[in-house]
């Protein structure tokens, strides 16, 4: 199998602990908990079975490969979709166009739809997005320390927070007025490129991307069936969403680490801030990550390889008084 490497966005994201539901203790403490937990005679790491959290409208997602050391928490998270068939194209010499396919996985396996790799020091992660947002990492998190092994209290909201980065411009505003979301928009897929795997949700007739669009029409009440239909046609269905906030009817901006927080898992080409007299547009909220280069086995990250980055990543973060270690 081919390797070489691949370039990585490290992302650093730290514990906010909403309500003091930790009780002081690390988020590294409670992972290390949570896996040497014992549940009928078993230790819950030696499980992989009662590592899956299934969401029927998501996947499957597993706390697959650990490593639970002293210097960190090391994790890779895997979204997987039970009894799904592989997306292939192929690629025929002289097509005018590729035909897309789909073939069976070979017995006991899944396809594998999306991937996260994290390292927590104390209430520091490092994390590394491969077609699975940080988002999920947080859900996932929630369920692991208060549902799968009652490490800590139900309910509970695990919040990575992220920080801005020093040179980031949106450090020039001191507030923020409002919010314009604007997601990618819903439309007819173009054939993907073999590289990169798309989201997709299945209809009867074909594939269609399922985008951050789709799930706020969702929301709004639409129909899942007439979305889908439009989207299969010549129509393109574009979302706008305005956030502003408001106390006791009046307008009331928000401090920018508080509006930092609240757009922690949004793209950062899709918003817009409005505060003070200005505007900060297309990526202004630029959060604290590191570029790594990491050893792939075929198309996916080599996990040894992974850890190394993270660590590197994080004595990087102290060392330039980013964060404190």
């Given at each position: 199998?081919?390797s070489?490497?691949?370039k990585?966005t490290?992302q650093?994201?730290?514990?906010?602990?909403?309500?003091?539901?930790?009780?002081?203790?690390t988020?590294?403490d409670?992972l290390t908990?949570?896996?040497?937990?014992?549940s009928d005679?078993t230790?819950?790491?030696?499980?992989?079975?009662?590592?899956?959290?299934?969401?029927?409208?998501?996947?499957?997602?597993?706390?697959?490969?650990f490593?639970?050391?002293?210097?960190?928490f090391?994790g890779e998270?895997?979204?997987?979709?039970?009894?799904?068939?592989?997306p292939?194209?192929?690629?025929a010499?002289g097509?005018r166009?590729?035909?897309?396919?789909q073939?069976?996985?070979?017995?006991?396996?899944?396809?594998?739809r999306?991937?996260?790799?994290f390292?927590?020091?104390?209430?520091?992660?490092?994390?590394?997005?491969a077609?699975m947002?940080?988002?999920?990492?947080?859900?996932?998190?929630?369920?692991?320390?208060?549902?799968a092994?009652?490490?800590?209290p139900?309910?509970?909201?695990?919040?990575?927070?992220?920080?801005?980065?020093?040179?980031?411009?949106?450090?020039?505003?001191?507030?923020?007025?409002?919010?314009?979301?604007?997601?990618?928009p819903?439309r007819?897929?173009?054939?993907?490129?073999?590289?990169e795997?798309?989201?997709?949700?299945?209809?009867?007739s074909?594939?269609?991307?399922?985008?951050n669009?789709f799930?706020?029409?969702?929301?709004a009440g639409?129909?899942?069936?007439?979305?889908?239909?439009l989207?299969?046609?010549?129509?393109?269905?574009?979302v706008?969403?305005?956030?502003?906030?408001?106390a006791?009817?009046?307008?009331?901006?928000?401090g920018?680490?508080?509006?930092n927080r609240l757009?922690?898992?949004?793209?950062?080409d899709?918003?817009?801030?409005?505060?003070?007299?200005?505007?900060q547009?297309?990526?202004?909220?630029v959060?604290?990550s590191?570029?790594?280069?990491?050893e792939c086995?075929?198309?996916?990250l080599?996990p040894?390889?992974?850890?190394?980055?993270?660590?590197?990543?994080f004595?990087?973060f102290?060392?330039?008084?980013?964060?404190?270690g």
């Open positions: 199998m081919p070489g490497r691949k990585v490290v650093y994201r730290k514990l906010d602990d909403i309500g003091s539901r930790f009780g002081g203790r988020l590294q409670a908990n949570s896996v040497k937990s014992i005679g230790v819950f790491g030696d499980v992989p079975r009662a590592r899956h959290f299934d969401d029927p409208n998501y996947g499957t997602i597993l706390l697959n490969t490593h639970d050391e002293p210097f960190g090391f998270l895997v979204r997987f979709e039970p009894g799904a068939d592989l292939l194209l192929e690629v010499p097509a166009a590729y035909n897309l396919t073939a069976r996985a070979p017995d006991g396996h899944e396809p594998v999306g991937l996260l790799y390292m927590t020091y104390r209430n520091h992660m490092l994390v590394i997005e077609d947002s940080t988002s999920r990492a947080e859900r996932y998190l929630s369920w692991l320390l208060s549902e092994t009652n490490v800590l139900a309910p509970l909201h695990v919040v990575l927070a992220a920080e801005l980065s020093p040179d980031a411009a949106t450090a020039r505003l001191s507030r923020v007025d409002e919010v314009i979301f604007r997601p990618s819903v007819s897929p173009d054939p993907p490129r073999t590289d795997f798309v989201p997709v949700v299945r209809t009867t074909r594939e269609v991307e399922e985008s669009a799930r706020v029409l969702r929301a639409m129909d899942d069936v007439d979305i889908r239909t989207a299969q046609g010549e129509t393109e269905l574009e706008t969403l305005q956030i502003k906030f408001r006791r009817g009046r307008r009331r901006p928000v920018i680490e508080d509006a757009l922690r898992n949004v793209p950062e899709q918003i817009t801030l409005h505060g003070n007299g200005s505007r547009k297309e990526g202004r909220i959060k604290l590191y570029a790594a280069n990491v086995v075929g198309s996916l080599k040894s390889d992974v850890r190394r980055a993270l660590h590197e990543a004595k990087y102290v060392s330039n008084g980013y964060i404190d």
